[in-house]
């Protein structure tokens, strides 16, 4: 034994090792890595139920030989696993060798002396654990090490970053103290002229850094530990996923020697179950859709624009939904489209203006509700009907509670769809603001269904609750339908509440139902746990519920839901299956190239609601043809272009389940009509009075006469902020906030006047514009000379407004007084800046389609953009097609690597980008200004060209984003079939 493991080894791995739960540290050789190991002198007795990794950061050490033997020529990491009685695990892809600092001869040295110890450790324990003495392992372990020491490999698995000196050092120091069995590395250290003298003075230059190494292992495995002292009367496990350890409900008993049997016996009915090829069956496959014939769909959404809109991902399915409802009066019934979205209540503060959701019981009515939403001095009201009520138990893994959850439907007033409104009595969706304020997607977290809780984060609200029980509705739905039965009688317009035959996803917030109806199902009707009407009719399980076809509409990569308590949303969405699930069988497609994408229900070692979407959605389909095409390019790579999902998107659009299909914008909305004039009028008291409709025939006079009104307001406007009399809430521009000091007393018929409106975040370039004004204004004198600079006005809401365009209006200098920056979310103002300017501004670092060029092309506003996403394929580009031009296109932008800008490096880099990016929007202003005061006919001409545009959602039979949609979710259509029959005969 003092042969194999020398008691200056013990006292080293005693000394020095951090001592972590459970006290013992074996390396993970089923991978066939192999780190320092440790063993706590005074716990080997426990070894065989205390195995654990400890990673020392970076170093991996790999073996190309299949095995080493010993003693009697078994494998040792055979005999070992035996004796152990542990499953092997399929090893990750193993990174390309990186450049480390250190020369092959240091690393293999190293490598070498590691792994004489780690071997010796290990014949050691089967030694003790088997009583026997294992004489000649020694020499045995001599002869193979001096065969094999040359074929050590260090790969450093974190990309880029170089191998830490401190590992090197711990892992000399293991090797000196190693004894005898250190000794044959250390004699193949000398054949590469490395002393010992050497290895151990590299050891102790970095001794400081070794008590840094110790902190951080010992305060990860605290974390660890932690799990393991889970207050919960509920019975868990811990289970660590991607390197991560969580505690997680579980109907399994602490694995032991005793039930063995029974836990292998779980694991391959798991197996049979058919759940780990979820994924695979869909991201490598198209998987095959049955034809829906009048399928009722439910769309789950966290926003509706009636209700509750915090951006476009608002807009979309309630479009969508009017749309198919369209089709069906005009073409015959295709599909039945449900809205089912959180019962917000609550009250809020936006842009100043107080706002509020309620909902009241009307007094004689049994089953009616008055459902308040809105401005609280004018809100808007909708009567509800009370449909479906059912307690829904809710397990975070440390208390169990039981949420009575009701469903109130009723038609939306303006959109004339149907909405369910999920209400859970816990509060779980109450949108009153706490005292935890952050900032999310949207700026701040004052306002909308983002607003943060104290005890519950946006994954948790929209994939442990409303997902969930959005699913089990459609559970209790689909058993009641088996039986003939409704949940309540009909109600209002004939309606009675089905269960869904197809599920479209709205983004991040509703990809967890994925996820419940492909993992949940199966388990739950393996233990007998679903509805009797279901346990006798499995083909309805399978095919109605765990194989759904559910669609995923992509808004925006960027948002993946991944900031949340990973291990409470877990228990939450999964319950008692939860650890079963994670572990056993959310298994993502293989090989996506990259190690972090190995769940479905993660990326890495954190949550992410979207891949759970994008592994596990029938079909995916992004908000424009060319975002698709971004989110698939390996070569775009940025924020928003996909990220750390970037390989699904790829391999998804390379198999065809993938499909960009351009938002529509209902043109007849967006236009400026007698209506909408009047609108304006009674908005800015009368100002509005001389505009007309614009059209083709009398573009030029209308769009004059928008321009004059826009200026009367914001001259207005301007002078009542002047006249202390005027109080704020009788300003002409509503809840606006002034945070520039224009001068708008200059502006005339003449003034090129551009505007840019839209949601103050990030991503909306607002840098970036003020970067190329600054460019522009300062050149401008040169290069148009004697012409008037043109006026800008900025209006937004979100943190991107004092955080970029506020904070950069100083680099504009004597010519910031041509810019003027209103916080607000006014619609009004926002259509009158649309009609009433020369051009309109969308400098998005990114933008997945963009709805506002919809809304400026009608109005005949040309539009100046950045060349991403769905502006190319929304908006015709002047130096690609000068004849039916309706703007103008940068050149492709450099994606951003990053928001965070807290690291001087990150700045560093966000500066070169931004500045390169505000040249290529400069000269893109540049260009737009060229034809406006050198070619007006031409600028007239594009004007027209853009009111005629027409981005509706249906354009004929058959044509269209609404078709392409039905076609998606292969609904049964008379209309796409003669569409087909007729492409058929062409061709």
Same mark, same amino acid.
């Given at each position: 034994?003092?042969?194999?493991?020398?008691?200056?080894?013990?006292?080293?791995?005693?000394? /020095?090792?951090?001592?972590?739960?459970?006290?013992?540290?074996?390396?993970?050789?089923?991978?066939?890595?192999?780190?320092?190991?440790?063993?706590?002198?005074? /716990?080997?007795?426990?070894?065989?139920?205390?195995?654990?990794?400890?990673?020392?950061?970076?170093?991996?050490?790999?073996?190309?030989?299949?095995?080493?033997?010993?003693?009697?020529?078994?494998?040792?990491?055979?005999?070992?696993?035996? /004796?152990?009685?542990?499953?092997?695990?399929?090893?990750?892809?193993?990174?390309?060798?990186?450049?480390?600092?250190?020369?092959?001869?240091?690393?293999?040295?190293?490598?070498?002396?590691?792994?004489?110890?780690?071997?010796?450790?290990?014949?050691?324990?089967?030694?003790?654990?088997?009583?026997?003495?294992?004489?000649?392992?020694?020499?045995?372990?001599?002869?193979?090490?001096?065969?094999?020491?040359?074929?050590?490999?260090?790969?450093?698995?974190?990309?880029?970053?170089?191998?830490?000196?401190?590992?090197?050092?711990?892992?000399?120091?293991?090797?000196?103290?190693?004894?005898?069995?250190?000794?044959?590395?250390?004699?193949? =250290?000398?054949?590469?002229?490395?002393?010992?003298?050497?290895?151990?003075?590299? !050891?102790?230059?970095?001794?400081?850094?070794?008590?840094?190494?110790?902190?951080?292992?010992?305060?990860?495995?605290?974390?660890?530990?932690?799990?393991?002292?889970?207050?919960?009367?509920?019975?868990?496990?811990?289970?660590?996923?991607?390197?991560?350890?969580?505690?997680?409900?579980?109907?399994?008993?602490?694995?032991?020697?005793?039930?063995?049997?029974?836990?292998?016996?779980?694991?391959?009915?798991?197996?049979?179950?058919?759940?780990?090829?979820?994924?695979?069956?869909?991201?490598?496959?198209?998987?095959?859709?049955?034809?829906?014939?009048?399928?009722?769909?439910?769309?789950?959404?966290?926003?509706?624009?009636?209700?509750?809109?915090?951006?476009?991902? =608002?807009?979309?399915?309630?479009?969508?939904?009017?749309?198919?409802?369209?089709?069906?009066?005009?073409?015959?019934?295709? =599909?039945?489209?449900?809205?089912?979205?959180?019962?917000?209540?609550?009250?809020?503060?936006?842009?100043?203006?107080?706002?509020?959701?309620?909902?009241?019981?009307?007094?004689?009515?049994?089953?009616?509700?008055?459902?308040?939403?809105?401005?609280?001095?004018?809100?808007?009201?909708?009567?509800?009907?009370?449909?479906?009520?059912?307690?829904?138990?809710?397990?975070?893994?440390?208390?169990?509670?039981?949420?009575?959850?009701?469903?109130?439907?009723?038609?939306?007033?303006?959109?004339?769809?149907?909405?369910?409104?999920?209400?859970?009595?816990?509060?779980?969706?109450?949108?009153?603001?706490?005292?935890?304020?952050?900032?999310?997607?949207?700026?701040?977290?004052?306002?909308?269904?983002?607003?943060?809780?104290?005890?519950?984060?946006?994954?948790?609200?929209?994939?442990?609750?409303?997902?969930?029980?959005?699913?089990?509705?459609?559970?209790?739905?689909?058993?009641?339908?088996?039986?003939?039965?409704?949940?309540?009688?009909?109600?209002?317009?004939?309606?009675?509440?089905?269960?869904?035959?197809?599920?479209?996803?709205?983004?991040?917030?509703?990809?967890?139902?994925?996820?419940?109806?492909?993992?949940?199902?199966?388990?739950?009707?393996?233990?007998?746990?679903?509805?009797?009407?279901?346990?006798?009719?499995?083909?309805?399980?399978?095919?109605?519920?765990?194989?759904?076809?559910?669609?995923?509409?992509?808004?925006?990569?960027?948002?993946?839901?991944?900031?949340?308590?990973?291990?409470?949303?877990?228990?939450?969405?999964?319950?008692?299956?939860?650890?079963?699930?994670?572990?056993?069988?959310?298994?993502? !497609?293989?090989?996506?190239?990259?190690?972090?994408?190995?769940?479905?229900?993660?990326?890495?070692?954190?949550?992410?609601?979207?891949?759970?979407?994008?592994?596990? !959605?029938?079909?995916?389909?992004?908000?424009?043809?060319?975002?698709?095409?971004?989110?698939?390019?390996?070569?775009?790579?940025?924020?928003?272009?996909?990220?750390?999902?970037?390989?699904?998107?790829?391999?998804?659009?390379?198999?065809?389940?993938?499909?960009?299909?351009?938002?529509?914008?209902?043109?007849?909305?967006?236009?400026?009509?007698?209506?909408?004039?009047?609108?304006?009028?009674?908005?800015?008291?009368?100002?509005?009075?001389?505009?007309?409709?614009?059209?083709?025939?009398?573009?030029?006079?209308?769009?004059?006469?928008?321009?004059?009104?826009?200026?009367?307001?914001?001259?207005?406007?301007?002078?009542?902020?002047?006249?202390?009399?005027?109080?704020?809430?009788?300003?002409?521009?509503?809840?606006?906030?002034?945070?520039?000091?224009?001068?708008?007393?200059?502006?005339?018929?003449?003034?090129?006047?551009?505007?840019?409106?839209?949601?103050?975040?990030?991503?909306?370039?607002?840098?970036?514009?003020?970067?190329?004004?600054?460019?522009?204004?300062?050149?401008?004198?040169?290069?148009?000379?004697?012409?008037?600079?043109?006026?800008?006005?900025?209006?937004?809401?979100?943190?991107?407004?004092?955080?970029?365009?506020?904070?950069?209006?100083?680099?504009?200098?004597?010519?910031?007084?041509?810019?003027?920056?209103?916080?607000?979310?006014?619609?009004?103002?926002?259509?009158?800046?649309?009609?009433?300017?020369?051009?309109?501004?969308?400098?998005?670092?990114?933008?997945?389609?963009?709805?506002?060029?919809?809304?400026?092309?009608?109005?005949?506003?040309?539009? !100046?953009?950045?060349?991403?996403?769905?502006?190319?394929?929304?908006?015709?580009?002047?130096?690609?097609?000068?004849?039916?031009?309706?703007?103008?296109?940068?050149?492709?932008?450099?994606?951003?690597?990053?928001?965070?800008?807290?690291?001087?490096?990150?700045?560093?880099?966000?500066?070169?980008?931004?500045?390169?990016?505000?040249?290529?929007?400069?000269?893109?202003?540049?260009?737009?200004?060229?034809?406006?005061?050198?070619?007006?006919?031409?600028?007239?001409?594009?004007?027209?060209?853009?009111?005629?545009?027409?981005?509706?959602?249906?354009?004929?039979?058959?044509?269209?984003?609404?078709?392409?949609?039905?076609?998606?979710?292969?609904?049964?259509?008379?209309?796409?079939?003669?569409?087909?029959?007729?492409?058929?005969?062409?061709?």
């Amino acid at each position: 034994m003092p042969l194999i493991l020398s008691r200056s080894l013990i006292v080293f791995f005693i000394d /020095h090792l951090p001592k972590t739960y459970p006290k013992t540290y074996i390396f993970d050789f089923t991978v066939k890595k192999f780190f320092i190991l440790g063993v706590n002198f005074f /716990h080997v007795q426990v070894l065989s139920d205390c195995i654990q990794i400890w990673d020392v950061k970076n170093m991996h050490i790999n073996f190309s030989a299949k095995s080493l033997h010993f003693g009697s020529n078994q494998d040792l990491m055979t005999q070992f696993m035996t /004796h152990k009685n542990s499953a092997a695990v399929t090893p990750p892809p193993v990174a390309p060798p990186q450049e480390s600092g250190y020369s092959k001869k240091d690393i293999l040295t190293v490598g070498g002396i590691t792994a004489a110890v780690g071997l010796s450790a290990v014949a050691t324990i089967v030694s003790l654990r088997n009583g026997r003495a294992l004489k000649n392992i020694g020499k045995e372990l001599s002869d193979e090490l001096a065969k094999k020491i040359k074929e050590v490999q260090v790969t450093n698995t974190n990309t880029g970053s170089k191998i830490d000196k401190t590992n090197i050092a711990v892992a000399a120091l293991a090797g000196v103290l190693g004894g005898k069995a250190a000794d044959v590395a250390i004699n193949e =250290a000398k054949e590469h002229d490395i002393t010992l003298d050497s290895i151990v003075k590299h !050891a102790e230059t970095a001794r400081d850094k070794i008590k840094e190494v110790k902190d951080t292992a010992n305060n990860a495995a605290a974390t660890a530990e932690s799990a393991h002292k889970l207050n919960t009367p509920f019975r868990t496990r811990t289970v660590e996923l991607n390197g991560k350890h969580f505690r997680l409900l579980s109907t399994r008993d602490k694995i032991s020697e005793g039930n063995k049997t029974a836990n292998a016996r779980l694991d391959e009915i798991i197996k049979n179950m058919g759940v780990r090829e979820a994924s695979s069956k869909r991201v490598d496959e198209v998987s095959k859709l049955p034809v829906l014939t009048n399928p009722r769909i439910f769309i789950p959404t966290s926003e509706t624009m009636e209700f509750m809109k915090a951006g476009g991902i =608002a807009d979309v399915p309630v479009e969508i939904a009017q749309e198919i409802n369209k089709i069906n009066k005009e073409y015959g019934q295709h =599909a039945e489209p449900e809205l089912w979205t959180p019962l917000y209540l609550g009250t809020q503060k936006v842009s100043g203006t107080d706002v509020t959701y309620s909902l009241v019981k009307l007094p004689g009515e049994t089953e009616k509700y008055e459902y308040t939403y809105g401005n609280t001095a004018s809100p808007n009201k909708i009567i509800l009907e009370k449909v479906f009520e059912k307690k829904i138990p809710v397990n975070d893994g440390t208390k169990q509670e039981y949420d009575k959850v009701v469903v109130y439907s009723g038609i939306g007033p303006k959109s004339g769809v149907r909405h369910n409104f999920i209400h859970s009595e816990l509060g779980k969706f109450d949108i009153t603001a706490k005292k935890d304020l952050k900032e999310n997607a949207y700026g701040s977290r004052e306002w909308g269904p983002y607003v943060s809780q104290d005890d519950m984060d946006e994954p948790e609200r929209f994939g442990g609750i409303f997902s969930k029980y959005a699913y089990e509705i459609g559970i209790d739905l689909k058993a009641k339908a088996i039986k003939g039965e409704q949940y309540l009688p009909k109600g209002e317009n004939n309606y009675t509440l089905k269960p869904p035959d197809a599920i479209m996803g709205n983004d991040w917030q509703a990809a967890p139902m994925a996820a419940l109806t492909r993992y949940l199902t199966p388990f739950r009707e393996q233990a007998n746990e679903l509805p009797k009407e279901l346990l006798e009719n499995h083909d309805i399980v399978q095919k109605q519920i765990t194989d759904i076809p559910f669609f995923m509409l992509i808004h925006n990569a960027q948002h993946q839901g991944v900031d949340g308590d990973t291990q409470k949303t877990f228990n939450q969405m999964f319950g008692k299956y939860a650890a079963d699930i994670a572990e056993k069988s959310a298994y993502a !497609a293989p090989d996506l190239g990259w190690n972090e994408l190995t769940n479905t229900l993660m990326v890495g070692d954190q949550m992410n609601m979207l891949h759970m979407g994008t592994s596990l !959605a029938d079909r995916l389909a992004s908000v424009s043809i060319n975002y698709g095409k971004e989110l698939s390019d390996q070569s775009v790579n940025g924020v928003g272009f996909g990220e750390r999902l970037k390989n699904v998107f790829t391999r998804r659009y390379s198999k065809g389940s993938l499909k960009g299909i351009t938002n529509g914008n209902e043109k007849a909305k967006n236009m400026l009509t007698e209506n909408a004039i009047k609108g304006l009028n009674k908005e800015f008291n009368g100002y509005c009075d001389k505009m007309i409709p614009i059209r083709e025939d009398n573009f030029v006079e209308a769009k004059k006469q928008a321009k004059l009104s826009l200026i009367k307001v914001l001259q207005t406007y301007t002078d009542q902020l002047k006249d202390t009399s005027v109080q704020p809430g009788n300003r002409i521009i509503k809840g606006a906030m002034l945070k520039s000091k224009p001068d708008t007393s200059v502006l005339t018929e003449n003034t090129p006047i551009f505007s840019f409106v839209g949601r103050g975040e990030d991503q909306k370039g607002l840098d970036i514009l003020m970067q190329s004004l600054a460019k522009l204004y300062k050149d401008f004198d040169t290069k148009y000379k004697g012409k008037e600079k043109p006026f800008v006005i900025i209006q937004a809401g979100g943190s991107a407004v004092d955080n970029k365009a506020v904070k950069m209006l100083a680099d504009l200098g004597e010519d910031q007084k041509r810019v003027m920056i209103l916080d607000t979310r006014n619609t009004s103002s926002g259509r009158l800046l649309k009609a009433g300017v020369d051009l309109f501004m969308i400098p998005s670092w990114f933008e997945p389609c963009g709805l506002t060029q919809g809304e400026a092309l009608p109005v005949g506003t040309l539009v !100046a953009a950045s060349n991403t996403g769905g502006l190319p394929d929304t908006v015709v580009d002047y130096k690609k097609d000068k004849d039916n031009a309706t703007g103008f296109l940068t050149e492709k932008l450099e994606p951003l690597q990053y928001w965070d800008l807290n690291r001087a490096d990150h700045m560093q880099e966000y500066s070169r980008v931004l500045d390169a990016n505000a040249v290529k929007y400069k000269a893109t202003l540049g260009t737009a200004l060229d034809v406006y005061y050198n070619d007006r006919p031409h600028y007239t001409k594009m004007g027209i060209n853009a009111v005629k545009t027409d981005l509706s959602w249906n354009l004929g039979p058959g044509k269209g984003p609404i078709w392409e949609y039905i076609e998606l979710m292969n609904i049964k259509s008379p209309v796409i079939e003669r569409k087909k029959k007729t492409e058929a005969a062409k061709k």
